[in-house]
């Protein structure tokens, strides 16, 4: 095995101060539509890129955190990266595979395992990333890819007690489809969410147990489980963007449905992530939580269900959405101008389309402050089957809530309108 030590030099610390007065939940103004990005808390209107970037941008993140993901937390003091294996030839000779440690605090302190693989010839590559369900000895079977010793998800392959072993190998190609992206010169990377914060509210573990956030929410805006998955993203791409084979301008995020609204968060809040890519993420993702869609996924059935998702306050609302200052089409807007694409399944009601693309309507104010190429998003809601590519894109297949390969075709044909 070649170890490899990869220095990424220290990093600022900035912790996001929460100084703006919020009130609790339920003494918030009503407000029945999705409130605009471009109008500030007081009823000012945004008018410039200058004032929205200075004060209304910093004044949603504050919002988010405070009422839904809860607390940013702040980016570590050093990151280091070592590489744990690499295969110059794998995917018979299309890629080099290589699994890397990433480490950011003290050796007890959760680390980051990233997967990835880069195109051979074609570097440096533009590169999606994302947190995983399954572990990343699901995605390739080669014997050298780490098990997670971590508590895992039941029914994946594999699993018992849910713990991994080695008969999950290689057994889910086309989750995060390795060859398909290389044939196509992409550079793709991702690890186990698990690794970071395992996912269930009852045991104080992970990032929760190291910044010793307590399971039963004291405090209402403690950081809460996507916020940490995100948080995770961001230690991903503080190596991506160090490896010389790893275009850092083109970094894409990608997840799945609870990792999919990790991937819209990670994306808001990274300004070093040039395209956000939430599949199939539905509420508290890139859904409207004032939903118009009777079989959507409500906020006060989320809340209940998985209670550590999202901060205290956040389950408040689930009596009165109207409540809430902002919508997840603000959360898009944070990330303008960068292109943000929401897929999604026909069959999949629960994640919201019709949802997702009134979400993407009401962001477009925002980037209409940015001189961009018209239009920003599609008039309508395109049929099933075709990719409306615009910045702000949206693309809706038939069948049911997964991602595989036909997604990441479409994953992999927005990259190349915006990522080439
Ligand atoms: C569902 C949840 C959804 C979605 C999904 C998933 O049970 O209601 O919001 O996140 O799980 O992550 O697979």
Redo the contacts with the bound molecule.
Sequence with gaps: MRLLLVPLGVLAVTAFALTADFPPPNKLPSQPEMPSPVVMRDGTKITTKADWEAKRRPELKELFQHYMYGKFPAKPEKVTAKVLFEDAKAFGGKGTLREVEITFGPPEWPKIYLLMAVPNGKTPAACFVGPN?EGNHAFVADERVRITPDWCYAGRPGVKDNKASAAGRGKVLDVWPFEQALDKGYAVATFYSGDIQPDRPEVQEGMRKTLGVAAGKKDPAETATVMFWAWGVHRAVDYLVTDKDIDAKKIAVVG??????TALLAGAFDDRIAVVIPH??????AGPSRSKNDKA?PVS??TK??PH?FCGNFAEFGADTSKLPFDQNDLVAICAPRPVLMTNAEEDQ??NPSGQFDVLKAAAPAYELYDLAKPIVADKMPETGKLASERLGFFQRPGK?SMNSDDWKVFLEFGDKWLK
Excluded: M, N, P, V
């Design positions: 369900f799945h449905s609870r990792l999919g609204k199939q993420s539905g509420c508290g993702g996924e059935r989320i269900a998985f998702w629960w994640a809530h």
